[in-house]
């Protein structure tokens, strides 16, 4: 059983930073891409960054420059540091990977269960 684990959501301030991690486990063979989509209230979701297991990045227009997403792939973990925040930041951020979780399996995409940002003075 294959889990994502995120953490680091919260209340902050306009302008404010913010770190989200988000740890996979369980039966693990291999990891492709890692990302991160977020959904406002009345919204569809929406793919904030995605990061390669190759390193290539790319970033929704609405966040470049300010969110950063990186890897830890010793452990398994996928970061988004959010820097400059502003009210339309404010959803519930979800992260995804594609795991394969045995050798003998195909890649599969995993969501985690959501951690909440909100943007607010």
């Known amino acids: 059983q294959v889990q994502l684990v995120e953490s680091g959501g919260g209340l902050v301030q306009p302008g404010g930073s913010l770190r989200l991690s988000c740890a996979a486990s369980?039966?693990?063979?291999?990891?492709?891409?890692m990302g991160w989509y977020r959904q406002a209230p009345g919204k569809q979701r929406e793919l904030v960054a995605i990061d390669t297991r190759s390193g290539n990045t790319n970033y929704a227009d609405s966040v470049k420059g300010r969110f950063t997403i990186s890897r830890d792939n010793a452990k398994n973990t996928v970061y988004l540091q959010m820097s400059s925040l502003k009210p339309e930041d404010t959803a519930v951020y979800y992260c995804?990977?594609?795991?394969?979780?045995?050798?003998?399996?195909?890649?599969?995409?995993?969501w985690g269960q959501g951690t909440q940002v909100t943007v607010s003075s």
């Open positions: 369980g039966s693990i063979f291999s990891i492709d891409a």
């Open positions: 995804n990977a594609a795991i394969r979780p045995t050798a003998n399996q195909a890649y599969t995409v995993y």
